[in-house]
């Protein structure tokens, strides 16, 4: 049974601070890895990929893969009200064409 | 504008009747899934199709059935052999197989 992680929160986190989510996955054939943001009643929406070990950037958003510790982090930093959202990682093994797996979700809440 | 488009949003219906989900794409993606989320669960794959004409179960596709005779469309009926088929359900596509999906807006179904 192919299993990913998370711990479902919900994690508050003050305005301006730094929100930290990790993640863990089984499959240690897993290649691909993402973070997808969720709003209450919303579809998900991807946020950020990462596919090599280390850190990754984009704006505000840094995901951090340790393929060998089988463990994938999303930080967001000065978090915002509108970062208030369930982020979902997800893992996707070589060749499995978009066949992703799903954790079930981080629940963040941005207190101003 | 390019995106997904699911309907019904809200469908209800009676134990023993089949349902029908429409998800029709225009982002010319060639790969299109179908995703089950209930509460406190990570999204779980129904189906998915690479290509017109083929699709592939998924993780649990037990009382689901689908078709691709459109590159743009891929409908989702869920049938009377759907033991618990109340949930949240998310259509997506994909270029590629990054696994970098985009979703529609999610159609809920509740069984009376």
């Known amino acids: 049974q192919k299993e990913v992680e998370q711990n479902s929160g919900p994690l508050s986190v003050p305005e301006g601070a730094i929100a930290s989510l990790n993640c863990t996955y089984s499959d240690r054939g897993s290649q691909s890895f993402f973070w997808y943001r969720q709003y209450s009643g919303k579809s998900p929406e991807l946020i950020m990929s990462i596919y090599s070990n280390g850190d990754k950037e984009d704006g505000r958003f840094t995901a951090q893969l340790n393929k060998a510790s089988q463990y994938v982090s999303l930080l967001i930093r000065d978090s915002q009200p509108s970062d208030s959202a369930t982020y979902l990682c997800?893992?996707?093994?070589?060749?499995?064409?978009?066949?992703?797996?799903f954790g079930a979700g981080t629940q963040v809440v941005v207190t101003p | 504008d390019g995106g997904i488009t699911q309907s019904p949003k809200y469908l209800f219906r009676k134990e023993g009747q089949n349902v029908t989900l429409s998800c029709e794409q225009n982002l010319n993606h060639d790969a299109m899934y179908w995703y089950r989320q209930d509460p406190g669960q990570g999204l779980r794959l129904i189906y998915y199709s690479q290509i017109v004409n083929d699709f592939q179960k998924g993780d649990i596709a037990e009382g689901y059935s689908v078709s691709r005779e459109k590159k743009e469309s891929f409908p989702l009926t869920v049938t009377s052999a759907q033991k618990n088929p109340t949930a949240f359900y998310l259509c997506?596509?994909?270029?590629?197989?990054?696994?970098?999906?985009?979703f529609g807006e999610g159609s809920r179904l509740t069984v009376l």
């Open positions: 997506a596509s994909s270029r590629d197989e990054t696994g970098e999906l985009f």
């Open positions: 997800a893992v996707m093994a070589l060749d499995s064409w978009g066949k992703l797996q």
